[in-house]
């Protein structure tokens, strides 16, 4: 069986000195950096896997989507040639399993930027690669996003709580999956430029209870909730329309 390149491997033969760019050292800054642009549009983060081959790079097909909206489950990524500021998509093996910081090429495409660190590969459910300072190797199920970048170890959020539904004319649902114990949370909202619009004060779920968000009031829209409890957090994009 083959193994998947490393991503050193596959980002040095683009590293040229027609490209000149700077950008965090980890996976987590990178997305944290795109998060806090004043840029109207939701990063693109995706867990997705490669198809196969096409002429102008590869196809992909998305297995989760962790920020942003994807346009659909299979997406073309434009292979870089040295002289861009992408990377090839020549080292990617059919199969190849990925999380990824994905940019607009076009109307239609993507691009995997060589500024930042904007694409790790997953083994058996691990995180390969600087996803954080200081850790290389991550549970998939555990990586979620604070602006600092920190608790990236422990239980997500995510595998806690399910909000829904993601596209909505009023409200929101949080949904707390745990069976035994109650949690204190609070939650945020943020517009598409980062700016808070709703903020509740903290209050106890129970068990398998449900939360209520009312966003009636707000403007149609793309919007992030920030749910919190202790150190951890977890972002959701929902669309107001």
């Known amino acids: 069986m083959k193994k998947n390149l490393p991503l050193l491997f596959l980002l040095l033969p683009f590293l040229s000195t027609a490209c000149i760019c700077f950008g965090p050292d980890n996976f987590c800054e990178t997305v944290s950096e795109k998060l806090r642009s004043p840029s109207s549009e939701v990063p693109l983060v995706v867990r997705a896997q490669k198809m196969n081959t096409v002429p102008e790079g590869m196809e992909i097909r998305v297995k989760e989507v962790l920020s942003g909206n994807a346009p659909g489950s299979s997406l073309i990524v434009r292979g870089g040639n040295g ?73 997500s959020l995510n595998s806690l709580f399910r909000v829904f539904p993601t596209l909505t004319q009023n409200s929101v649902q949080i949904y707390y999956r745990a069976r035994e114990e109650e949690i204190q949370l609070n939650y945020t909202v943020y517009d598409a430029v980062g700016r808070k619009v709703v903020e509740a004060v903290p209050f106890i779920m129970s068990p398998s209870s449900r939360q209520s968000i009312e966003l009636g009031h707000l403007a149609d829209g793309v919007y992030l909730i920030e749910l919190a409890a202790d150190t951890r957090r977890q972002v959701y994009e929902i669309v107001l329309h």
């Not at 590969?121 to 604070?146: H, Q, R, W």
């Open 83 to 155: 002289a861009t500021c992408y990377i090839s998509t020549d080292g990617f093996q059919d199969g190849m399993e990925f999380v990824a910081l994905l940019e607009r090429f076009d109307s239609d495409d993507y691009i995997i930027s060589i500024c930042g660190v904007h694409i790790l590969p997953i083994e058996n459910e691990i995180i390969k690669g600087p996803a954080a300072k200081g850790v290389s190797s991550l549970p998939y199920k555990d990586l979620f996003f604070k602006p600092d970048c920190s608790e990236l170890r422990g239980s």
